[in-house]
């Protein structure tokens, strides 16, 4: 089994900053991109940003310049620092990692639970 927890989100006012942090464990053999997506109220879970295992990073043009994506992989943890926070990035946060479990030839992509960040005067 492979658990990703996610902490770090609450509430901010806008041009605030958080940092998130989703770890991953269990029975991991290795851990391939991981990435940051969200989900607002009556809108489709969408991409922030992903990175590889390597350090190449991707970014959602709405976010770029403001959140800034990184990970450690001794502790197969990913980051989300985010500056500037607007209104529109209200959502829940949700971590994905793409894993190889321990004794598969696959891997498999995770979900963490979510943490909800809320930019509110």
């Known amino acids: 089994q492979v658990q990703l927890v996610e902490s770090g989100g609450g509430l901010v006012q806008p041009g605030g900053s958080l940092k998130l942090s989703c770890a991953a464990s269990g029975s991991i053999f290795s851990v391939n991109a991981m990435g940051w997506y969200r989900q607002a109220p009556r809108w489709q879970r969408e991409l922030v940003a992903t990175i590889t295992r390597g350090g190449s990073t991707n970014y959602a043009d709405s976010v770029k310049g403001r959140f800034t994506i990184s990970r450690d992989n001794a502790k197969n943890t990913v980051y989300l620092q985010m500056n500037s926070l607007k209104p529109e990035d209200t959502a829940v946060y949700y971590c994905?990692?793409?894993?190889?479990?321990?004794?598969?030839?696959?891997?498999?992509?995770?979900w963490g639970q979510g943490t909800q960040v809320t930019v509110s005067s």
């Open positions: 994905n990692a793409d894993t190889i479990p321990t004794g598969s030839y696959y891997s498999y992509g995770y």
